[in-house]
């Protein structure tokens, strides 16, 4: 008998269901949420919200899409954490309702082993996979981290920022330029028109696998202050060589700690997630440094960089296959490592 597991993912601002069969995702739904773009960020009182708003339509739509009903679900498997709690409780708590009523058990994930695990998001049954062990470079607005993935359930993490994350170094330096929330993608297309090599910014020097952001933020912010004395116009002028400048620096570090990371643990397989490792230059970066040390490289589609469901029912399904199931006494967490 086949199993078919509905992903449910409300960790933030993005409402999303998935359908998984034997590990085939058969669908993928995502509601995201514009109501926080007018305030520079998201609003938890308003995610959560908008979730409530979101959560029937979107679960209904992927499951009509995977072509099945209800009654073909296995299980419900839902992010438990970390995230924003209010969001969270709308993803649990649905979660728990509908499967009392469909007699199925509930699963929970953990918000960031499903980006790690969203390289195991199968379209068809012969797309490959990595082979454990491998080392991610998991980075997004809330994270940075260096995690040797040995198993589904059975990760380490190595290294961690000890300040912002790399989504928040694109971000605030983003907002210093004027861009939009959330700055990252915005940087991302002006960088595609700029000289890399015509800013330079502080780099972090300290010791292990860590990571610190803010150091290049404060130099980054300097730089502006200093320049916009003489030339008012100085950030609109230089846009693109700006954002370029920022992101080959942000590159430069995350590299930098990937190299010391693979030299460490002698791993084959080097794989990227979260919302940064949509960033076009970190794609190219990570690609060309695996193909010059002989690793086998990761990038995700770009659609399961950011908050996805279907990373959460990949999750879910490894969690079935070993009977890993959740009471219903369990809430949402705000916080927890991997
Ligand atoms: O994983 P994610 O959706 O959720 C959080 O942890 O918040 O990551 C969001 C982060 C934001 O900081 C956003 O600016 C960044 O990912 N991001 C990007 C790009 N797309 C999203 N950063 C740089 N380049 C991009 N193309």
Redesign the pocket.
């Given at each position: 008998m086949s199993i078919t597991i509905l992903g449910i993912e409300s960790s933030?601002?993005?409402t999303s269901a998935a359908i998984v069969t034997d590990g085939i995702l058969k669908s993928n739904v995502i509601a995201s949420q514009s109501v926080h773009e007018e305030y520079g960020g998201?609003v938890p009182e308003l995610a959560s919200r908008a979730h409530q708003q979101n959560i029937v339509p979107v679960v209904d739509a992927a499951i009509k899409r995977a072509g099945i009903t209800p009654h073909d679900i296995s299980a419900i498997a839902f992010t438990r954490g970390p995230g924003l709690l209010g969001s969270l409780l709308v993803g649990t708590s649905f979660a728990k309702g509908l499967s009392l009523g469909l007699r199925i058990p509930i699963i929970d994930v953990n918000h960031l082993h499903g980006?790690v695990l969203s390289h195991f998001i199968r379209r068809n049954p012969d797309d490959v996979v990595p082979d454990y062990p491998f080392l991610t470079l998991l980075?997004?607005?809330?994270?940075s981290q260096l995690i040797l993935v040995q198993n589904y359930n059975d990760m380490e993490i190595l290294g961690a920022t000890i300040d912002d994350?790399?989504?928040?170094a694109?971000?605030k330096c983003?907002k210093v330029m004027g861009l939009p929330?959330?700055?990252?993608?915005h940087?991302?297309?002006l960088a595609a028109e700029g000289d890399a090599t015509r800013f330079k910014f502080a780099k972090p020097r300290i010791p292990g696998l860590d990571y610190s952001f803010s150091g290049l933020k404060t130099s980054f912010l300097y730089t502006l202050r200093d320049a916009v004395k003489d030339d008012p116009d100085f950030i609109n002028n230089n846009l693109n060589d700006l954002a370029a400048s920022l992101?080959k620096t942000?590159i430069e570090i995350l590299l930098a700690k990937l190299d010391l990371a693979v030299k460490q643990t002698g791993v084959k397989t080097v794989a990227i997630?979260?919302?940064?490792?949509?960033?076009?230059?970190?794609r190219t970066a990570v690609a060309d440094y695996c193909k010059k040390h002989h690793l086998n490289a990761f990038i995700p589609e770009?659609s399961f960089?950011?908050?996805n469901a279907a990373m959460v029912a990949i999750a879910g399904y490894f969690k079935y296959l070993d009977k890993d199931f959740c009471s219903y006494d369990q809430v949402p967490y705000a916080r927890v490592t991997i």
């Open positions: 933030c601002d993005d998201v980006h980075i997004s607005g809330g994270n994350a790399a989504g928040e694109f971000d983003a929330y959330p700055g990252g993608p940087i991302d297309r992101q942000i997630g979260g919302g940064v490792s949509a960033n076009s230059g970190v770009r960089t950011t908050d």
